[in-house]
């Protein structure tokens, strides 16, 4: 018997039409903006509860150290955006594509992340702890130190990525693809294990994190 084929991860993609320029002051608490692009400097750090984006180019540092509890964005995408220091707990993000933007620190836990891709970010010390990730993936991205403990992770890649120091404790994973990326000091439960996808030199790094000794004969 051939081995089971792997499932290829495939997000769909926002779908966006003609958008028209809003000034960062439309961002108010219960606000629901659609078909927008925001861009510019972060005068200030915005603090916006129940926000919904829709179908928007987001640039700049605009929403950089944003604070925006409960935040829904469907169909958006991030062109080198700096959100370095945003806290977006309990957010919904669906349709969603960051490209080469700056997340450090950001801080998405106990968020839902429905077809989402990081492509080419530099996300070092991010949290998505407690968070759902279905068909997310994270391609050519700096993110060393990324907690995603106690996560539900129904599918997802870390594709060439520097993700040393991933932290999996406690997360539920019935299909993580690892394979090409750098995972020392990875920490994960014995429980779900199972759920990885590694390749060959990973396997050393998982062993570690097993508590497993890898000794040459002799």
């Known amino acids: 018997m051939g081995s089971k084929p792997i499932k290829e991860i495939v997000p769909e993609a926002p779908s966006q039409g003609e958008l028209v320029e809003v000034a960062s002051e439309q961002l108010v608490d219960g606000a629901m903006l659609e078909?927008?692009?925001?861009?510019?400097?972060?005068?200030?750090?915005?603090?916006v509860q129940r926000l919904g984006i829709e179908?928007?180019?987001?640039?700049?540092?605009?929403?950089?150290?944003?604070?925006?509890?409960g935040v829904r964005m469907v169909d958006c995408c991030f062109d080198r955006a700096d959100l370095a220091g945003a806290t977006w707990n309990d957010a919904r993000l669906v349709r969603t594509r960051f490209d080469e933007s700056r997340l450090t620190g950001f801080d998405a836990r106990m968020s839902e992340l429905r077809d989402v891709v990081f492509h080419n970010?530099?996300?070092?010390?991010?949290?998505?702890?407690?968070?759902?990730?279905?068909?997310?993936?994270?391609?050519?991205?700096?993110m060393p130190g990324?907690?995603?403990?106690?996560?539900?992770?129904?599918?997802?890649?870390?594709?060439?990525?520097?993700?040393?120091?991933?932290?999996l404790l406690?997360?539920?994973?019935?299909?993580?693809?690892?394979?090409?990326?750098m995972i020392d000091?990875?920490?994960?439960d014995p429980l779900f294990i199972k759920g990885l996808i590694i390749d060959a030199t990973q396997a050393p790094a998982i062993a570690l994190a097993?508590?497993?000794?890898i000794a040459d004969l002799g």
């Not at 996300?123 to 700096?142: H, I, K, N, W, Y």
Request: include cysteine; proline fraction near 3%.
């Open 35 to 47: 078909s927008v692009s925001l861009s510019g400097d972060c005068v200030k750090p915005k603090i």
């Open 55 to 69: 179908g928007a180019r987001i640039t700049g540092s605009v929403l950089a150290g944003a604070k925006l509890p």
């Open 121 to 142: 970010c530099k996300m070092p010390e991010s949290f998505l702890s407690e968070a759902q990730l279905t068909r997310v993936r994270f391609d050519e991205c700096q």
């Open 146 to 167: 990324l907690d995603l403990s106690n996560a539900k992770i129904h599918s997802a890649v870390i594709n060439n990525c520097d993700a040393r120091s991933l932290n």
């Open 170 to 181: 406690g997360a539920k994973i019935e299909l993580l693809d690892l394979r090409g990326s």
């Open 185 to 188: 000091g990875i920490a994960i």
């Open 210 to 213: 097993l508590g497993v000794r």
